[in-house]
């Protein structure tokens, strides 16, 4: 069983249009993310939910929504998509939200975002 | 938060151990290190953590010094599949936050 699986695993779609990348859990745990991967192979976080409350929006264009119905879902909707957005995007998840603790990050396999 | 510095790739045999440096000098008393690897196209995946002692488990060594300013990632016996790029990472002072650098791109060859 996967662990941390989403959807789409390729999308490619038009500028202006507004898409969403589904992500699911099944570790149970109560917290979740969303990372961006960009060309050059940084990965950055984007966003952290602790029991389906938001705890991390690192100054991402609001045009990113992520929407937690539950603990162990966090999609991830965007509105007029940009080239820049072009991107893998990958979701994760950990048990806890503690600073120091040593709790382990599960990635999922990625979404590969191109935009044209 | 803690920044890492790794080199940007290395060579290892077949079969040899790999031995992946990081340097962590800002690191804090209760951050953790943690390694990531990840293979073309796929999620990263975790391989170990530590905080102040050695820590093995079935995958890999994790060597951090005692001033904690940097650690080593031992693979013993390095195979073909062990081609990944790795990330060293210390935890984000805001909570759950990992942050990725640029990680050292590990070649084992035949």
């Known amino acids: 069983d996967t662990a941390v699986s989403q959807t789409p695993k390729y999308l490619v779609t038009q500028m202006g249009n507004d898409k969403s990348i589904k992500c699911e859990q099944n570790l149970g745990h109560d917290t979740m993310y969303w990372y961006k991967q960009d060309s050059k192979k940084f990965l950055k976080i984007m966003f952290s939910?602790?029991?389906?409350?938001?705890?991390i929006n690192e100054t991402v264009p609001n045009r990113f929504s992520p929407k937690s119905p539950d603990k162990a879902h966090l999609n991830l909707h965007i509105n007029s998509l940009e080239l820049g957005d072009s991107a893998v995007y990958f979701c994760?998840?950990?048990?806890?939200?503690?600073?120091?603790?040593?709790?382990?990050?599960?990635f999922g396999e990625g979404s590969w975002l191109t935009v044209v | 938060d803690a920044k890492t510095t790794q080199p940007t790739s290395m060579d290892c045999a077949e079969g040899r151990a790999a031995n992946l440096p990081c340097n962590h000098s800002t690191i804090s008393g209760n951050e953790y290190v943690y390694w990531y690897r990840q293979i073309h196209s796929q999620g990263p995946q975790y391989i170990i953590h530590g905080l102040k002692n050695n820590e093995t488990n079935e995958m890999a060594s994790l060597i951090i010094t005692e001033d904690r300013k940097s650690s080593t990632l031992i693979l013993p016996h390095a195979t073909l599949r062990d081609t990944a790029v790795y990330y060293c990472?210390?935890?984000?002072?805001?909570?759950?936050?990992?942050?990725f650098g640029t990680g050292t791109s590990l070649t084992v060859i035949p």
């Open positions: 990472i210390v935890r984000g002072n805001t909570g759950n936050q990992f942050y």
């Open positions: 994760a998840s950990s048990q806890g939200f503690s600073r120091h603790s040593g709790n382990t990050i599960y």
């Open positions: 939910y602790n029991n389906k409350e938001l705890i």
